[in-house]
């Protein structure tokens, strides 16, 4: 796989270890695109979802993926700051990313960071694009102390099976055609861009989030544009700028 030139790289939803990819194809396309990045790169944003299903635990490590994490290594050894985003299928990250492979795991919903003079807001997108009942209670949901305890207490045989079941769910539930006016997303984005207008602050160059798994490119009323990073279902993808 050769890459697109480019500093910095998006990419999301990938879904390592889905039910649906009984033949490991997607994690041998997933190592290909991180061994593809050029020396010149400068950071790797994995906007969440990468994993179907991720948990750490305090003693042991999730099996497989054992490709994947040595290719992260690699970049980070060779320079490349990796950042990882949980999405709502890996949320439950705390330090083993950071502390044994050097990525640096970043929890808040979005974050604003500023690349070569360019204000981009990045994410994974499920809290920002949360704007009915029943995802906001999903959302907190999965983020509650008590319900991750208690799901960290679970055999992990079983814990898993329900995970990838809700997870295959989940996916049936996306649409293949993006339309901005019923996507709580470009809802989020256009109101962010108006807030920071109104309070004086820069305004955003690019939003880039996944979560939707329908990619989009779209400009936003209030200034910039939203990229949507599509899913890995249909092979690779990925932003680069």
Request: a negative charge; one cysteine or more.
């Given at each position: 796989m ?50 179907d ?42 330090d ?7 990525v640096?795991t ?17 994410g994974?997108?499920?809290m ?17 102390r ?19 079941g ?6 049936k539930?996306?649409s293949e055609?993006?339309d ?5 997303l ?10 920071r ?24 009323p209030?200034?910039?544009e ?16």
């Amino acid at each position: 796989m050769d890459t697109a030139a480019g500093k910095y790289y998006f990419t999301a939803d990938v879904h390592l270890g889905s039910k649906d990819d009984s033949h490991g194809l997607l994690e041998r396309q997933f190592v290909d695109f991180l061994h593809s990045i050029p020396k010149e790169a400068e950071a790797l944003y994995l906007l969440g979802d990468i994993f179907d299903f991720w948990v750490d635990y305090r003693e042991v490590v999730p099996r497989g993926y054992v490709r994947v994490l040595a290719a992260l290594a690699e970049l980070v050894d060779r320079g490349v700051k990796v950042f990882f985003y949980p999405g709502n299928h890996d949320w439950w990250v705390t330090d083993y990313f950071e502390k044994e492979l050097g990525v640096k795991t970043v929890h808040e919903s979005y974050q604003v960071v500023e690349l070569d003079g360019r204000r981009i807001c990045v994410g994974h997108g499920d809290m920002p694009g949360a704007s009915d009942f029943k995802s906001r209670f999903l959302f907190n949901l999965f983020r509650n102390r008590f319900c991750i305890a208690m799901m960290k207490a679970l055999p992990t045989r079983l814990s898993f099976a329900i995970a990838h079941g809700w997870s295959a769910r989940s996916r049936k539930g996306h649409s293949e055609e993006f339309d901005p006016k019923s996507t709580g997303l470009y809802r989020f984005v256009d109101g962010f861009g108006r807030k920071r207008a109104q309070s004086g602050e820069p305004a955003i160059d690019l939003y880039i989030f996944g979560h939707i798994h329908t990619p989009a490119r779209i400009p936003v009323p209030s200034g910039g544009e939203l990229v949507v990073l599509g899913d890995w279902s249909q092979g690779p993808q990925y932003f680069c700028i």
